[in-house]
């Protein structure tokens, strides 16, 4: 089986569904995970930290390109420990890909599943708060939508920090993955983000990240679990 995780940002594939990419690689499936942006110059600061500053100074702009390829080396360092075989990375400006022709972000993730030609598709939700992770949804659906013929499945996931900050709370799964045995695996990727990895009680904590698994499990019976919404399911 061929899996494609599409996302907007380093992180977002182990908050979402660390612990289900682990399950894909335990059962000997083809994980390849595509980052959109490079997941950091929003921030507009060289110290991992938000500015409220808009405008970049040329030095933090330079220290700015090696924290890019550091948060990279993290991302594959991560998939490394949930066994992802490939990842690719395009540089879209983080949280500003809404300055993007949605054409253009659409045609590359096109370039994508033709190259990888998938039998399911994961991404982002699309009511989240983050703009990258709605533009990453609606790219990838419409991406999708011309590619029919090898993508049987397609899911959207939750991302902690973002989608529960849209308090309408659009993200309604109806389906969970049972990661009890791959929760630690999840845990022990996301520390490979450390300079994303906020303390408790932040959404993006280790202590969240195992608690919103025991919460999902306890919806549908399990002892930990990840929830993703259905979009497309075709039975053969």
């Not at 990727?189 to 990895?197: D, I, R, S, T, W």
Request: aromatic share 10%; hydrophobic share 35%; proline share 3%.
């Amino acid at each position: 089986m061929k899996i494609l995780i599409i996302v907007a940002h380093p992180d977002d594939e182990v908050l979402g569904m660390g612990g289900t990419i682990a399950k894909h690689s335990k059962n000997g499936d083809d994980v390849t995970i595509a980052y959109l942006t490079t997941g950091i110059t929003s921030r507009r600061s060289s110290d991992y930290n938000n500015s409220s500053s808009y405008n970049f100074s040329k030095n933090d702009l330079q220290r700015s390109k090696k924290q890019i390829s550091k948060l990279q080396l993290d991302a594959k360092k991560s998939c490394n420990i949930l066994g992802v075989k490939k990842t690719i990375f395009f540089d879209y400006p983080d949280n500003e890909l809404d300055s993007i022709q949605l054409l253009k972000i659409i045609k590359t993730i096109e370039k994508i599943i033709s190259k990888e030609k998938p039998n399911i598709v994961y991404t982002s939700h699309d009511k989240d708060l983050n703009i990258d992770h709605r533009i990453t949804s609606k790219a990838t659906l419409i991406a999708c939508r011309s590619n029919p013929s090898s993508i049987k499945e397609i899911f959207c996931f939750e991302i902690y920090s973002s989608t529960e900050w849209t308090f309408s709370y659009d993200f309604k799964p109806n389906y969970f993955v049972d990661i009890e045995k791959e929760l630690g695996s999840k845990i022990n990727a996301m520390k490979k983000y450390e300079n994303e990895l906020k303390k408790f009680p932040h959404p993006r904590s280790l202590e969240n990240i195992e608690n919103s698994a025991k919460r999902w499990g306890t919806i549908c019976g399990f002892h930990a679990a990840e929830a993703f919404e259905i979009i497309r399911k075709i039975q053969m």
